[in-house]
């Protein structure tokens, strides 16, 4: 059952996206674990883990070894092994009060999540619940409170579920039994299918841009992109220049704004008068502002930053806006407790510099549009998105290099877009130099969605948004509440277990 638990939320996500399934798995999880001893219950709750994450994550198998996967899936394996000695922990209070249990099962699944993405080194949210619905009704939710709403949600649901399929009601299973059962199992149904009411969007500001998000593919695949660093350079300057050719033909709308990707110019611009030429080239031609997603050397020795740069048509750089990744990802563009990180795999040597971290929300004023730019897996991060909304953001944007991962990856993060427009109001876009690229609307639905390893130019008019969603005025509190209620639930059912003895099965 553990091992099913595990598939079924791994099946809810993307590339495959059978989004009814998460409920199910928490279902699954919930029934396995409860009665147990704790250590039965964490055992379960890793199994579980395992069978989620490792096929999940396996994208970072593809250039790097099987050691990264390997470390990383039973990582966040063990944070679900807590999941699962907690709902052990907590299984007298769920049969004491049958009805509790939907709420019990989201909270504690808000809790595991709020630690996962913070600990350690920051957290890795990748596999929350709430990133697995983006088709679903539920979505929705997000609007009102954000990512950990919708994982309260889609747990609860399956709180319902188990609540009602867990042994009959009262004696053997009669007609009474059989309708509570039918009950519960809609509400679960319910639940979820409410998000379809939750209005979405934000008032705008009565204007709408032309946004062009250039694709320039790479040579190959793999982590010697970086070696192949003037080639995508020249990828991107030419998908640029072709786009202004058909402007300048009247085959194509000119766009306000050209948004390249991460590691569109991973040669330093800044340093290099031939980088710094080529862009500019490209945005004198296309006679608008680019994001450029670039490498920068320093400030110290052994140190880089990534960054979006604002490059103008006719001026170069603007360096006032500027952002500079705030969220580096540990392992793979810095490396933590380095000489201990060697004596597991000298692997880490790969990451010859270590990225220093912005200090400055994402928040870049284009000039047609204030843009909340975000780096790759930072929109992960509730707080990082959510800081350049309240700083004045009308469109959202990622910039991604997926060329060292697979389509999946790039799915998945999609997925991660679709539900900060939702959360936020903001009609927001991916950019990757290889794929998955694309438009999202504030309602979640993606547009011209790129296909993967190839070459694409896509434009679309957008509507700029300036009011604020009730998630984004009330921030991190809803994940504080239900985080606290989680441990409100696990101390009032620690102390219920010190007064009776615990009943397996």
């Not at 590691?263 to 980088?275: F, G, H, K, Y």
């Not at 639905?445 to 896509?458: E, L």
Request: aromatic share 6%; net charge positive; with cysteine.
């Amino acid at each position: 059952m553990a091992v099913a638990a595990g598939l079924a939320l791994l099946v809810a996500f993307p590339p495959y996206g059978v989004w009814p399934l998460a409920p199910v798995g928490v279902a699954l999880l919930a029934a396995a674990a409860h009665g147990r001893r704790v250590r039965a219950g964490a055992g379960l709750g890793f199994l579980a883990g395992v069978a989620l994450f490792a096929p999940l994550l396996e994208w970072t198998n593809l250039h790097t070894g099987a050691l990264p996967w390997v470390l990383l899936s039973l990582s966040q394996a063990a944070f679900v092994a807590g999941l699962g000695a907690v709902t052990a922990v907590v299984s007298p209070l769920v049969r004491r009060w049958r009805w509790a249990w939907p709420a019990v099962t989201g909270v504690l699944w808000v809790g595991q999540e709020a630690l996962r993405c913070r600990v350690p080194f920051g957290g890795f949210p990748w596999g929350r619940l709430a990133f697995s619905q983006g088709d679903s009704p539920a979505l929705r939710w997000a609007a009102l409170g954000g990512a950990p709403l919708v994982t309260f949600v889609v747990a609860a649901a399956g709180g319902l579920l188990v609540a009602a399929l867990w042994r009959p009601w009262r004696g053997p299973r009669g007609v009474a039994g059989r309708w509570v059962a039918v009950v519960a199992t809609a509400g679960a149904v319910a639940v979820v299918a409410l998000g379809a009411l939750v209005p979405v969007g934000v008032a705008g500001s009565g204007r709408a841009v032309t946004v062009a998000v250039v694709q320039g593919n790479v040579p190959r695949l793999g982590l010697d992109f970086n070696a192949q660093r003037q080639a995508v350079l020249n990828n991107h300057v030419q998908a640029t220049l072709d786009l202004a050719a058909r402007v300048d033909a009247g085959q194509q709308a000119r766009p306000d704004l050209v948004v390249w990707p991460e590691n569109a110019s991973d040669i330093d611009p800044l340093r290099s008068e031939a980088a710094g030429r080529r862009i500019t080239a490209a945005a004198d031609a296309v006679r608008a502002p680019i994001l450029v997603g670039a490498v920068l050397v320093g400030p110290g020795e052994g140190q880089s930053r990534n960054a979006g740069i604002l490059w103008r048509p006719g001026s170069g750089p603007d360096l006032g806006q500027m952002y500079t990744k705030r969220h580096p990802v540990p392992f793979a563009e810095y490396v933590p407790l380095r000489d201990v990180a060697r004596a597991v795999s000298k692997e880490v040597d790969r990451v010859r510099s270590d990225m220093v971290p912005g200090q400055r929300p994402g928040v870049v004023d284009a000039g047609p549009a204030v843009l909340g730019d975000v780096i790759c897996f930072e929109v992960a991060y509730d707080g990082l998105v959510r800081d350049t909304v309240t700083g004045g953001a009308q469109l959202l944007v990622v910039q991604t290099n997926n060329a060292t991962f697979d389509v999946a990856e790039a799915r998945q993060q999609l997925a991660m877009v679709r539900l900060r427009a939702v959360e936020h109001g903001r009609a927001s876009l991916m950019a990757s130099t290889v794929g998955v690229s694309g438009f999202v609307g504030a309602d979640g639905r993606v547009s011209d969605a790129t296909g993967f390893n190839t070459r694409a130019v896509v434009v679309r008019q957008v509507s700029l948004g300036d009011g604020r969603t009730v998630a984004t005025r009330v921030g991190v509190w809803p994940e504080v509440a239900l985080a606290a209620a989680a441990v409100a639930v696990l101390v009032a059912a620690v102390a219920l277990r010190r007064r009776r003895p615990v009943v397996t099965g």
